[in-house]
């Protein structure tokens, strides 16, 4: 258990719909990253919250959205799905955002997202 | 833009012995961090082992090391003693500050790699 929980694990929706993937990170850690895992982009990042502020987007679609609460868990918002956003999504955490984490992050186990 | 070039898809090797994983990066910055993630069928991305671009001496994680070669922007990863358990797709990756305290990674597209009994 890497101390990063994600849920839910496995999520199956139809095209045009949205979902809610729920991440918390580990404990102490103020920042969280979201990833991309998917077949033909590979790992990408997303978009980075340090202690409830936005501080920086990656190859993040706008139909896609993310916010950190007060209690540091982070959630990321996918809407009007399509079939090509069906991926594994992970989040990452790690301890301060003003200095590199030297240990990398730490993943959570991720969200397999299937779009029907 | 960095990238991250892991130009062997798949790569096998028997229980026991050593196996090297090969990884090149394109970057203007000097610098940064390097590290080799591990993600067994379970998924779970792992650290396996990092270097920070400053540093000259290869780190060293056990059976695990690396061959950083900064001028040839060149960062391998050597398995020694292979296992079982060391069968999984692992990924090469690219760590520079973005602004604003954001640390992000670039990743390699991966080596599955097969230990095989």
């Known amino acids: 258990d890497s101390g990063v929980t994600q849920t839910p694990k496995h999520l199956i929706t139809a095209t045009g719909q949205r979902v809610t993937l729920r991440c918390s990170p580990r404990s102490g850690d103020l920042s969280v990253y979201w990833y991309q895992q998917s077949l033909d982009q590979g790992l990408q990042f997303l978009i980075h919250?340090?202690?409830?502020?936005?501080?920086a987007k990656g190859n993040i679609l706008e139909r896609f959205s993310a916010q950190q609460f007060p209690d540091l868990h982070s959630e990321l918002n996918l809407s009007s799905l399509e079939l090509g956003d069906s991926a594994l999504y992970f989040c990452?955490?790690?301890?301060?955002?003003?200095?590199?984490?030297?240990?990398?992050?730490?993943f959570g186990s991720g969200t397999r997202l299937t779009v029907v | 833009a960095q990238t991250v070039t892991q130009s062997q898809p798949e790569m096998s090797v028997q229980e026991a012995e050593t196996v090297t994983l090969s990884c090149t990066y394109d970057?203007?910055?000097?610098?940064?961090?390097l590290f080799w993630y591990k993600q067994p069928p379970s998924r779970q991305m792992i650290l396996v082992i990092r270097?920070?671009?400053?540093?000259?001496q290869n780190a060293t994680e056990n059976r695990f090391s690396v061959n950083f070669q900064k001028a040839a922007k060149s960062f391998s990863l050597k398995i020694s003693d292979s296992q079982l358990g060391d069968t999984a797709m692992y990924f090469c990756?690219?760590?520079?500050?973005?602004?604003?305290?954001?640390?992000?990674?670039?990743f390699g597209k991966g080596t599955k790699l097969s230990v095989i009994p």
């Open positions: 990756a690219f760590m520079k500050h973005a602004g604003a305290g954001s640390y992000q990674l670039t």
């Open positions: 270097q920070e671009a400053y540093k000259q």
């Open positions: 990452a955490s790690s301890p301060r955002a003003e200095h590199p984490p030297r240990s990398g992050y730490t």
């Open positions: 919250y340090y202690n409830g502020e936005e501080r």
């Open positions: 970057t203007s910055e000097n610098n940064y961090y």
